[in-house]
């Protein structure tokens, strides 16, 4: 049995090791079979290399982020709102759960054509489809820290008199930003998916559009490229966000005893 | 849930911290709901009167609104809508289409069990084979399963049911395999060491210790990978000229038909409503013996 602190370095180097394996044999056995819908590691690795400092393709990432941004700003307004709305009456919960409940069946891809009826072909459209989507885990995930607050608290503060507008701001709104943050780390990832999908149909730009595009170009390396850069991509977010997590929230693990 | 992150990125391990275990809170508001009863009258008590009459009415004044102002070319009614989606249900020309969906859904949801779950199991029971898969876990999970879309038309060619089912595993796969990781890690260690001390095999234990305590976790991620496994499935079709629903949206959109359109993604809903509330049965019905269902008692 080893140590915790040897385990603490091998572990990882373990992980690692297995990981450049992996990217070995998918180098011998692409280069082996010589087909040209699997290039090698490398080839993937020299044309990411050429296309991801292009201003073409940063100017495509560009677009795509933009819209991820203002998707994700709008559905946390939303979110978080009638969240706070929905976790802290009841009536208005009975009142809005089945409604809710239908449109979250909705799948993204399903609003497209329709957002593109009405909003037309541009942004506006794919904004939409991204905020709608993103919408749903952080309502739901605020309404249930809402509910989670002790009744004791509630109670004090109805009998304190403190109004409506304040005990949302100043009390339920921080009790419930642990399970707000969750509900948002949840709408990073699935922001980018919705990002793709939103740029499936309707102008020419974004990630997504870029990766059809070298579909039907038969540009097959740019195209891991480009799947590898939106991995990544996610990756670099999610850290981000963990780190911007841990920020607003270090009173509450500290609370927590970690 | 937050606690558990935060001590798990002390420790410097990633693969526990950042995948998420997904949750109910990620699928369904059930929480909203009073603990489960037992017999019909409460399901009777239950039924939401205000709620559904709030539903009624944003129809209702979708309807006369698009009537009024005169927006039936952007927006379909929902009369039209429902007449469309039962004239195409009623002459078979959605059947095919539904029959399409449901083979790549359900083909690709079960070989996502089949692997995350074996998967999950070994990786979960051995700390070296954690180790060992985060890297490579940790580089494929972030990757959109629709950016893969355009991969697998070049892989599998646009007219099969190989490229939507590959896109189906990819994306069903990761929250089965968290989730049974989690099972099994999050299982009681005293189970174990007794078995193993009433001289319980390897594999015996697997089966019966090891199992059917990250059951619940499992079902759970079975339950969230169904709901993103039937839209992931959709979009790819929309993007495929091979069949399906999707493909018969998008159809729809380029005719210019809005019932239809409309109709395909009430359809697709109702589809996804009905999956969801299937499996939690199941799960209620099979386990009934796990924490969550007996606290309820």
Known sequence: MKTSAARRIAGPALGVVVFVAVIGVWQLWAGAADSFVVPTASEVARRAWEVWPTSDFLSEVGQSMKRYAAGFAIAAAIGIALGLLVGASHAARRTLDPFLECLRAVPAIAIVPAAILILGLGDASRIAVIAFGLCFPILVNTAEGVRGIPLEVRDTASMLHVGRVERASRIYFPAALPSIMAGLRIAVSLGLVLVIVSEFVGERNGIGYYLILKQSEFDYPALYAGILFLGLLGYVLNRLFLLVEHRVLAWHYRAAGE | ?297
């Open chain 2, 1 to 297: 849930m937050p606690s558990l992150a935060a001590r798990s990125d002390r420790e410097g391990r990633s693969l526990l911290s950042r995948p998420q275990k997904a949750t109910d809170a990620m699928l369904t508001s059930a929480h909203l709901y009073p603990a489960e009863g037992r017999a019909i009258v409460r399901t009777m008590k239950r039924v939401n009167v205000p709620g559904w009459l709030f539903v009624v009415t944003v129809t209702l004044l979708v309807e006369t609104g698009v009537r009024a102002f005169d927006y039936e070319q952007k927006i379909a009614t929902p009369s039209s809508t429902l007449r469309a989606l039962y004239g195409a249900l009623a002459d078979g020309t959605l059947s095919g289409e539904i029959g399409f969906t449901l083979h790549a859904y359900l083909e690709g949801l079960a070989l996502a069990i089949l692997i995350g779950v074996t998967a999950g199991l070994l990786i979960g029971s051995s700390r070296t084979l954690l180790d060992a898969s985060s890297v490579v876990i940790e580089f494929l999970r972030p990757i959109p399963a629709v950016a893969l879309i355009p991969l697998a038309i070049l892989f599998f060619g646009p007219f099969g049911i190989a490229a939507h089912r590959f896109v189906v595993v990819f994306a069903a796969v990761w929250p089965i395999l968290i989730n049974t990781i989690y099972g099994v890690r999050g299982g009681d260690r005293m189970l174990q060491d007794v078995a193993r001390t009433a001289g319980v095999g390897r594999v015996g234990r697997l089966f019966h210790v090891t199992l059917p305590a990250a059951l619940p976790s499992i079902a759970t991620g079975i339950r969230v990978s169904a709901t993103i496994a039937l839209v992931v499935c959709v979009t790819a079709e929309f993007r495929t000229g091979a069949g399906g629903i999707g493909n018969y949206m998008e159809d729809q959109q380029f005719a210019n038909k809005l019932p239809e359109l409309y109709g395909a993604i009430l359809l697709v809903s109702l589809l996804a409503l009905a999956f969801n509330a299937g499996l939690r049965i199941v799960q209620r019905r099979t386990l009934f013996w796990s924490g969550e269902e007996r606290s309820a008692r």
